[in-house]
Every structure is written in C-alpha cells, then in structure tokens.
Nanobody, 122 residues
Framework: QVQLVQAGGGSVQAGRSLRLSCVASGDSTSIRCMAWFRQAPGKVREGVAAIGSDGSTIYADSAKGRFTISQDNAVNTLYLQLNSLKPEDTAMYYC????????????????WGQGTQVTVSS
C-alpha cells in the first residue's frame, strides 16, 4: 500500500512564494513517477507538473518558469516550489503517484494525497 501525505500551502499575496511537500511511503515501485495537480473552485482538475522515474519533468504551460517540481529520494519526498504566485493559482493542490508517467499525467494515478489549499490574494 502507498500513502501520500501533503504539507505546505497557505494564504499569500500575489508575487510571493510557497513550497508544497508530499511524503510518500509504501511500495517504491508504485511511487516512481509523481506529479502535482490542482483544482480551483468550479473548475476541472488540471496537471501542474510531473517527474518521471528518470528525473525528467513535465510542466503545464501555466507553471512553466514559475513552478519547480523536485524530489528528494533519500526522504521519499516530492516538492513543488511555487514562485511569483498569481490569484489564478488559487486552488487545492494534490500530489499523485503511479508507476506509469502516462497514466499519471492522464489523471489516472493510482495514489493521491489528501490535498492542500493554496490561496493567493491580489
């Protein structure tokens, strides 16, 4: 079994930064690909960034140049650094894990974190 426990998030003003973290535990083969998604009120969930087992990364256009996904395998933790935040970044952010990067980025991930709220005020 795999468990993803998220931390971080909060309320900040536009232009500030936040860092989200996601600690994974369980079967390592099931968590070799990980990603961040978000869902704003009234909107569908969307992918933000993903990292594959080889360290390659995928970013949504809205995240490029402002957000950075990274992982520390020594402590089984996934991070999302959010810089230059905008009000439109306000959403519930979720981490996810799956053995397949394709299934992960298609929002068919097998495992999901509990979500953490990010609120950006103007």
């Amino acid at each position: 079994q795999v468990q993803l426990v998220q931390a971080g998030g909060g309320s900040v003003q536009a232009g500030r930064s936040l860092r989200l973290s996601c600690v994974a535990s369980g079967d390592s083969t099931s968590i070799r690909c990980m990603a961040w998604f978000r869902q704003a009120p009234g909107k569908v969930r969307e992918g933000v960034a993903a990292i594959g087992s080889d360290g390659s990364t995928i970013y949504a256009d809205s995240a490029k140049g402002r957000f950075t996904i990274s992982q520390d395998n020594a402590v089984n933790t996934l991070y999302l650094q959010l810089n230059s935040l905008k009000p439109e970044d306000t959403a519930m952010y979720y981490c996810a894990a799956d053995p397949s990067i394709q299934r992960l980025w298609s929002e068919e991930a097998r495992y999901w974190g509990q979500g953490t709220q990010v609120t950006v005020s103007s």
